[in-house]
T-cell receptor, first 113, second 116 residues
Framework: GNSVTQMEGPVTLSEEAFLTINCTYT??????LFWYVQYPGEGLQLLLK?????DKGSNKGFEATYRKETTSFHLEKGSVQVSDSAVYFC????????????FGAGTILRVKS | DGGITQSPKYLFRKEGQNVTLSCEQN?????MYWYRQDPGQGLRLIYY???????QKGDIAEGYSVSREKKESFPLTVTSAQKNPTAFYLC???????????????FGPGTRLTVL
């Protein structure tokens, strides 16, 4: 079945450091890929998405490129801020799974000032 | 403002009691979803509904029940049959009825349920 694997956290960075959170997926079809962010005590917010191979999603300085050859969708940001501290979820959605969202376990990001 | 509201934000329940979590959306979305979130885990799908008066079980439906009498409302009941109900519950919706993989799901703020 379809699945998503994220790097384990927590990831702890200093302010202005470069961020990478790895995400790889397993899917038989051609999924759409999503990154969601969850701030403490809140629901999930869509951060960015990509719907086909080589697409790049971007928002608020975050970027991720849909790499079909490596089945990856790594999240990057050039300079993190304390306000970026949150849990980040990678997810996929594919027709062969009834278009249900399949989530990774989430990666906690902590940014120190 | 359009969005999804969930109430209450915190809920406490005694063992053996049923409890109902509210989810309302004014986005005019056809599909609505309930997820459960446990620490260190991703979200798991409990139930979903693609249209009024119809719903399907997700991956962990045992001990839960839902109804979809109105397009904007999708309440979740956690019954006494749910063996480990303490968790964070999230409601979501999307516009395409769950029929399009590119469609974005939008989430509510969540309800934290604690069984005492």
């Amino acid at each position: 079945g379809n699945s998503v694997t994220q790097m384990e956290g927590p990831v702890t960075l200093s302010e202005e450091a470069f961020l990478t959170i790895n995400c790889t997926y397993t899917a038989t079809g051609y999924p759409s890929l999503f990154w969601y962010v969850q701030y403490p005590g809140e629901g999930l917010q869509l951060l960015l998405k990509a719907t086909k191979a080589d697409d790049k999603g971007s928002n608020k300085g975050f970027e991720a490129t849909y790499r079909k050859e490596t089945t990856s969708f790594h999240l990057e940001k050039g300079s993190v801020q304390v306000s970026d501290s949150a849990v980040y979820f990678c997810a996929l959605r594919a027709r062969d799974n009834g278009n249900k969202l399949v989530f990774g376990a989430g990666t906690i990001l902590r940014v120190k000032s | 403002d359009g969005g999804i509201t969930q109430s209450p934000k915190y809920l406490f329940r005694k063992e053996g009691q049923n409890v109902t979590l509210s989810c309302e959306q004014n986005l005019n979305h056809d599909a609505m979803y309930w997820y459960r979130q446990d620490p260190g885990q991703g979200l798991r799908l409990i139930y979903y509904s693609q249209i009024v008066n119809d719903f399907q079980k997700g991956d962990i439906a045992e001990g839960y029940s839902v109804s979809r009498e109105k397009k904007e409302s999708f309440p979740l009941t956690v019954t006494s049959a749910q063996k480990n109900p303490t968790a964070f519950y999230l409601c979501a919706s999307d516009s395409a009825g769950g029929l399009i993989s590119t469609d974005t799901q939008y989430f509510g703020p969540g309800t934290r349920l604690t069984v005492l």
